[in-house]
């Protein structure tokens, strides 16, 4: 660690845990055919239910 700390046992849990923290592998990623299927759903769940919310939150979704 950079900053220095009173308890080291604790700065020590800190720096494995830091150091344990992986970036999901490539296999993770979505493909576009995944992706149009999710939105053609979010959209169809956010008509189908009264709740307008569902939609503000499809398109925030979307958006990101």
Known sequence: ??????????????????????????SFTL??????????VAFYEAFATPDRAMLQFALKGIAF
């Open 1 to 26: 660690m950079t900053t220095q700390t009173r308890d080291p046992q604790f700065a020590s849990y800190i720096e494995e845990i830091a150091s344990s923290i992986r970036w999901p592998d490539a």
């Open 31 to 40: 493909t576009p055919w995944e992706v149009a299927v999710g939105v053609v």
